[in-house]
C-alpha cells in the first residue's frame, strides 16, 4: 500500500517556524515530483511548493523566500522548512506527489498520491 505520512505541524506564533517532513512508504518516489499543499479553514486546497526529481523546485508567490523545500531520494522523504510564518498560513498541509513536476503545478494539479495532511496553526 503506497503512503504518505506527513509530520511536524503545531503551533507556533507569528514569525516562528516549523519544518514539516513526509516520509513515502509503498514504492520509491526517487524520479517522481513531490510538493506540498495547503487548504485554510473555509477555503479551497492551494499549491504551495514542488521539488522536481533532480531538484528544482518552485513555490506560490506567499510563501516565496520565506518557505524552502527539500528531498532525500535515497530515504523517500521531502520536507518543508516555514519561517517567518504569518497567520495566513494557518492551514492543514497535505504532501503530495505525481510523476511530473508540471502534474503538481498545473489547475488543477494532477495528484497520484496524497497525504492525510498535518495541521499547522499561527497565532497572531
Known amino acids: 500500500q503506497v503512503q504518505l505520512v506527513e509530520s511536524g505541524g503545531g503551533l507556533v506564533q507569528t514569525g516562528g517556524s516549523l519544518r514539516l517532513s513526509c516520509a513515502g512508504s509503498?514504492?520509491?518516489?526517487?524520479?517522481?515530483?513531490m510538493g506540498w499543499f495547503r487548504q485554510a479553514p473555509g477555503k479551497g486546497r492551494e499549491f504551495v511548493a514542488v521539488?522536481?526529481?533532480?531538484?528544482?523546485?518552485a513555490y506560490a508567490d506567499s510563501v516565496k523566500g520565506r518557505f524552502a523545500i527539500s528531498r532525500d531520494g535515497a530515504k523517500n522523504t521531502v520536507a518543508l522548512q516555514m519561517n517567518t510564518l504569518k497567520p495566513e498560513d494557518t492551514a492543514v498541509y497535505y504532501c503530495?506527489?505525481?510523476?511530473?513536476?508540471?502534474?503538481?503545478?498545473?489547475?488543477?494539479?494532477?495528484?497520484?498520491?496524497w497525504g492525510k495532511g498535518t495541521l499547522v496553526t499561527i497565532s497572531s
Open positions: 503530495a506527489a505525481a510523476p511530473l513536476m508540471r502534474s503538481v503545478t498545473e489547475k488543477p494539479p494532477q495528484i497520484d498520491y
Open positions: 509503498g514504492r520509491t518516489f526517487s524520479t517522481w515530483a
Open positions: 521539488i522536481s526529481w533532480n531538484g528544482n523546485t
